[in-house]
C-alpha cells in the first residue's frame, strides 16, 4: 500500500492551518479546553428557578365568549377530587423531575375561577406548594378572579396565605354588555370587589378589561378608563375580544360587533388615556405602574424560564418541550391516578424554534414607554451563542421596512403599528414549516381555542 499521496495531502493541509505535530499532540477529552478555565473561588450549586401554574377550571357560569377550559360545576365533589388529583400530578413531577430542587419565582392561580375555591381549599392548596417545593422568598403569587366570588374575608385569607397579586375579571364596566355576554356581576360589583381587595391590603391589583365586546362602543370604552383612572389598579390588560368557534357570541351577527376601525381606536384610547395616566406599557395588552411587573409572564417571555402547568389542560414549557395537560377532567384525573403526566399536545422545541420562540416572546414585551422594550440582544446573543440577525435577519430586514418594528442598537421593538398588530407580526415569525401546517387547516395563529 502506497501512502505517498495521502500523506502530501495532508502536508499540504498545514497551509490551511491543520497540521500534526506529534510534539503538540493531545487528545480532545473535554470541551472548553482546561487551560482556558479560570480559577474559581464562588463555586456553588445554581437553583435555577421556574414558574408555576395550576390551572382552577370552574366558574359561576360560562361567559358567552369564553374558549377556556372552564364550566360551572354544581357537585361540589368533583372540585374536592380535582384538587385531590392535582396533589397527585404534582407528586408524579417530584418523583420524575428535578422539580424539588428548582426554585419556584412565581406561581399563577388561573382558570377557569380560582376564587371559586372555599377559603379552606386556598388554604390547602398553598399548603400543598409550600410543602413540597422551594418557593422563593419574594415570590409572586397571583390568583384570578371574578367579583361575584370575592368577599372580604376571602381576600385577607389570601393575604394570609402568601397570595400577594390578584386580578380581576371585569371586562366592561357597563351593565348592559355585562349581561349580555353573560357574565354574572355587575359593573358596581366590579368597583366593589377592586375597593374590598385594597381594603384587604393587595397591593398588585390587576384588571382585566375587553375591547370589542358585542354592543360595546367607543363611548362605553372611554368610560371604562375612566372609572380606571380613580381606581387605579397597579395592572391593567385590555384584551382584544377573540371570538372562537363554538362560544356563544360566535353565533351572533357581525352588526353586534363594533367595526374593525373602532376596534383600533379603542386599542389606541387605551394605550393613550393609560399612558397619559402614568401607566407603563409592559406588553402589547399590558400596564403596570411604574415599579411594578408581571413577573411570571416576564420571566417567561423576556427571560425564557420554564413553567409547568398543573391541572386539566395546564400548559408547560418543561424538559425542553411545550405540553399541554388532558383537556377533560375524565382523561385528566384517569392519567394521575394511574401515576402518569397528563399530558396530552406537545412537541420537543428544537434549538431553532427555541430562538424563534427567544424572539417572538421578546417582541410581545414591547411597550410604547417602556425603557427596555422588546427582545434584549445581547440577551440573545449569550443565550444562543449568535446574533438574533444572524438567523432572522432577513425576517427582521422585511418587517423593518414595514414600518412593524425598530432597532435601537440593544433591543429589537414593536413600533407603534407593531404594537397595534403585535400578533400579526409575532405570527411573521412562525417558521416556515409551522406556517404551511397552519394553513393547510386554515387556523391563521394556530391556537385552536387553546
Ligand atoms: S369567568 Fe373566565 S374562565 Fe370562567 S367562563 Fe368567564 S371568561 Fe371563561
Redesign the pocket.
Given at each position: 500500500m502506497k501512502y505517498g499521496s495521502l500523506i502530501s495531502k495532508i502536508q499540504g493541509l498545514s497551509k490551511g492551518g491543520i497540521v500534526r505535530d506529534p510534539n503538540s499532540f493531545s487528545f480532545i477529552t473535554q470541551y472548553p479546553p482546561p487551560l482556558t478555565l479560570n480559577k474559581i473561588s464562588n463555586f456553588k450549586f445554581k437553583r435555577r428557578a421556574i414558574e408555576l401554574y395550576i390551572h382552577i377550571?370552574f366558574?359561576?357560569?360560562?361567559?358567552a365568549?369564553?374558549?377556556?377550559f372552564?364550566?360551572?360545576v354544581k357537585d361540589k365533589k368533583v372540585i374536592q377530587n380535582y384538587l385531590g388529583n392535582l396533589e397527585k400530578e404534582l407528586k408524579i413531577y417530584l418523583k420524575k423531575s428535578d422539580l424539588k430542587d428548582r426554585v419556584i419565582d412565581s406561581i399563577y392561580l388561573g382558570?377557569?375561577?380560582p376564587s371559586i375555591l372555599r377559603i379552606d381549599q386556598i388554604k390547602w392548596l398553598m399548603r400543598l406548594i409550600r410543602k413540597n417545593l422551594r418557593v422563593s422568598k419574594n415570590v409572586e403569587i397571583t390568583i384570578?378572579s371574578?367579583p361575584e366570588t370575592l368577599t372580604a374575608k376571602k381576600l385577607f385569607s389570601y393575604l394570609e396565605y402568601g397570595i400577594n397579586r390578584i386580578s380581576i375579571?371585569v371586562?366592561d364596566f357597563n351593565d348592559d354588555i355585562l349581561r349580555f355576554v353573560?357574565?354574572r356581576h355587575t359593573g358596581k360589583m366590579a368597583i366593589e370587589a377592586i375597593e374590598k381587595a385594597r381594603k384587604a391590603g393587595f397591593k398588585k391589583i390587576n384588571i382585566d378589561l375587553i375591547y370589542g365586546l358585542p354592543r360595546q362602543t367607543i363611548n362605553h370604552w372611554k368610560n371604562n378608563l375612566s372609572i380606571i383612572s380613580k381606581l387605579r389598579p397597579e395592572y391593567i390588560t385590555i384584551y382584544h375580544l377573540r371570538r372562537e368557534k363554538g362560544t356563544v357570541i360566535a353565533t351572533l351577527k357581525k352588526s353586534e360587533f363594533p367595526s374593525k376601525e373602532e376596534i383600533i381606536k379603542m386599542y389606541l384610547e387605551g394605550l393613550n388615556r393609560l399612558k397619559e395616566l402614568g401607566y407603563i406599557q409592559i406588553a402589547p395588552d399590558q400596564f403596570a405602574s411604574p415599579g411594578n411587573i408581571f413577573e411570571q409572564q416576564e420571566n417567561k417571555w423576556k427571560v425564557g424560564k420554564e413553567l409547568i402547568g398543573l391541572g386539566a389542560s395546564g400548559y408547560s414549557f418543561f424538559n425542553g418541550f411545550v405540553y399541554y395537560n388532558a383537556r377533560s377532567i375524565k382523561d385528566y384525573s384517569k392519567l394521575v391516578q394511574e401515576g402518569k403526566l397528563p399530558v396530552w399536545l406537545g412537541k420537543e422545541v428544537s434549538a431553532k424554534e427555541l430562538m424563534r420562540r427567544t424572539l417572538i416572546f421578546g417582541l410581545k414585551t414591547s411597550g410604547i414607554n417602556r425603557e427596555d422594550s422588546g427582545l434584549d440582544k445581547k440577551m440573545f446573543e449569550e443565550r444562543f451563542g449568535i446574533t438574533v440577525e444572524s438567523f432572522f435577519g432577513v425576517e427582521l430586514e422585511r418587517l423593518r421596512k414595514l414600518g412593524l418594528i425598530k432597532d435601537d442598537g440593544n433591543f429589537i421593538k414593536l413600533s407603534l403599528t407593531g404594537l397595534v398588530l403585535s400578533e400579526e407580526v409575532c405570527r411573521e415569525l412562525y417558521s416556515p414549516e409551522i406556517k404551511t401546517q397552519l394553513d393547510k387547516i386554515g387556523d391563521k395563529f394556530g391556537r385552536g381555542g387553546l
Amino acid at each position: 500500500m502506497k501512502y505517498g499521496s495521502l500523506i502530501s495531502k495532508i502536508q499540504g493541509l498545514s497551509k490551511g492551518g491543520i497540521v500534526r505535530d506529534p510534539n503538540s499532540f493531545s487528545f480532545i477529552t473535554q470541551y472548553p479546553p482546561p487551560l482556558t478555565l479560570n480559577k474559581i473561588s464562588n463555586f456553588k450549586f445554581k437553583r435555577r428557578a421556574i414558574e408555576l401554574y395550576i390551572h382552577i377550571p370552574f366558574c359561576t357560569g360560562k361567559c358567552a365568549y369564553c374558549k377556556f377550559f372552564s364550566f360551572c360545576v354544581k357537585d361540589k365533589k368533583v372540585i374536592q377530587n380535582y384538587l385531590g388529583n392535582l396533589e397527585k400530578e404534582l407528586k408524579i413531577y417530584l418523583k420524575k423531575s428535578d422539580l424539588k430542587d428548582r426554585v419556584i419565582d412565581s406561581i399563577y392561580l388561573g382558570g377557569g375561577t380560582p376564587s371559586i375555591l372555599r377559603i379552606d381549599q386556598i388554604k390547602w392548596l398553598m399548603r400543598l406548594i409550600r410543602k413540597n417545593l422551594r418557593v422563593s422568598k419574594n415570590v409572586e403569587i397571583t390568583i384570578e378572579s371574578s367579583p361575584e366570588t370575592l368577599t372580604a374575608k376571602k381576600l385577607f385569607s389570601y393575604l394570609e396565605y402568601g397570595i400577594n397579586r390578584i386580578s380581576i375579571g371585569v371586562q366592561d364596566f357597563n351593565d348592559d354588555i355585562l349581561r349580555f355576554v353573560m357574565r354574572r356581576h355587575t359593573g358596581k360589583m366590579a368597583i366593589e370587589a377592586i375597593e374590598k381587595a385594597r381594603k384587604a391590603g393587595f397591593k398588585k391589583i390587576n384588571i382585566d378589561l375587553i375591547y370589542g365586546l358585542p354592543r360595546q362602543t367607543i363611548n362605553h370604552w372611554k368610560n371604562n378608563l375612566s372609572i380606571i383612572s380613580k381606581l387605579r389598579p397597579e395592572y391593567i390588560t385590555i384584551y382584544h375580544l377573540r371570538r372562537e368557534k363554538g362560544t356563544v357570541i360566535a353565533t351572533l351577527k357581525k352588526s353586534e360587533f363594533p367595526s374593525k376601525e373602532e376596534i383600533i381606536k379603542m386599542y389606541l384610547e387605551g394605550l393613550n388615556r393609560l399612558k397619559e395616566l402614568g401607566y407603563i406599557q409592559i406588553a402589547p395588552d399590558q400596564f403596570a405602574s411604574p415599579g411594578n411587573i408581571f413577573e411570571q409572564q416576564e420571566n417567561k417571555w423576556k427571560v425564557g424560564k420554564e413553567l409547568i402547568g398543573l391541572g386539566a389542560s395546564g400548559y408547560s414549557f418543561f424538559n425542553g418541550f411545550v405540553y399541554y395537560n388532558a383537556r377533560s377532567i375524565k382523561d385528566y384525573s384517569k392519567l394521575v391516578q394511574e401515576g402518569k403526566l397528563p399530558v396530552w399536545l406537545g412537541k420537543e422545541v428544537s434549538a431553532k424554534e427555541l430562538m424563534r420562540r427567544t424572539l417572538i416572546f421578546g417582541l410581545k414585551t414591547s411597550g410604547i414607554n417602556r425603557e427596555d422594550s422588546g427582545l434584549d440582544k445581547k440577551m440573545f446573543e449569550e443565550r444562543f451563542g449568535i446574533t438574533v440577525e444572524s438567523f432572522f435577519g432577513v425576517e427582521l430586514e422585511r418587517l423593518r421596512k414595514l414600518g412593524l418594528i425598530k432597532d435601537d442598537g440593544n433591543f429589537i421593538k414593536l413600533s407603534l403599528t407593531g404594537l397595534v398588530l403585535s400578533e400579526e407580526v409575532c405570527r411573521e415569525l412562525y417558521s416556515p414549516e409551522i406556517k404551511t401546517q397552519l394553513d393547510k387547516i386554515g387556523d391563521k395563529f394556530g391556537r385552536g381555542g387553546l
